[in-house]
DNA sequence: GTGAGTGTTTCGCT
DNA sequence: TAGCGAAACACTCA
């Protein structure tokens, strides 16, 4: 589930309750989740300090005391909880990090998609694939105008499959796609190069607006997800469109539809969202 | 019990 | 090269 706003929330979670921890020891139940050399992500974590944690699009950066950066992607349901030590692991834990201060970090994931892996500081962007594709976070001063005129109109895709694309603009997921594509009144299946730059910028605007607002709301709670203090968002209190199919369009009162826009299911207006 | 659907990213094919 | 669809996996819901 997490998308950016989740991800900031765990951010600010585990930079609460980790920042300046030193590791004592690292186990891996499920070793498939580094993508990087085992036997050296265990090694390299021993006796390291967690200095700071980072946070670019949707990937977490663990900035250790060794010069190394240890990168972890959820995906669809990672989830990070600390512990004492002696805790029984849970059903899921892929990963646990023993604390010289008697705690350990555990890495949760019952869909196995997340990935960690360990690079060199400073290599990251180089090292791992997806970040260093990443297009600019969604903020006022990363995201201008005139680099969402370019991307847009030099591209002929759907808009909904074009703003999932974290090369594009990093950050957003199925969920706040649907909700600035209703917020903009532009229909998901629109060609990118269709939309005029004034929707440009209402679209630009609607992004930056609703990622601040959903971050401010310790993000949306769909499924499972939770932040690291096992408290849930409260964002999906928010939501205009997404999980509302077969509900009133809150503009119009029109039904709302559900379609598969690039094998993602799609909330829309039919009557606010037309297609151009 | 069975099948469809679920938040993300990567990879391979056209 | 750009874009699309499938795959990775486990669980819930109809």
Redesign the pocket.
Known sequence: ???LPEVETVRRGLTNLVEGAKIKRVDVPYP?VVTSDLKLFQKDLTGATIDRIDRR??YLLFRLSNDQTMVS?L???GQYSVEPEGAALH??TEVAFHLVDDRQLFYND????GRMTLVPTGKELHD????K?LGPEPTEDALTLDYMKEIFHK????VK?FL?D?SNIAGL???YADEVLWMTRIHPETTTDKISTRKLGELRENIIKEISRATEHHGT?????SNIFGETGHFQNELQVYGRAKLPCLRCGTTLRKIKV????TTFCPKCQIKK
């Open positions: 589930m997490p998308e498939k699009g949707k992607h995906r669809m349901e059903k899921h019952t869909r196995r998609f791992v694939s997806g970040l594709d591209s002929h895709r759907v499959t999932l974290q997921g199925n969920i709670t769909v499924h499972s997800f690039g094998q993602r299911g």
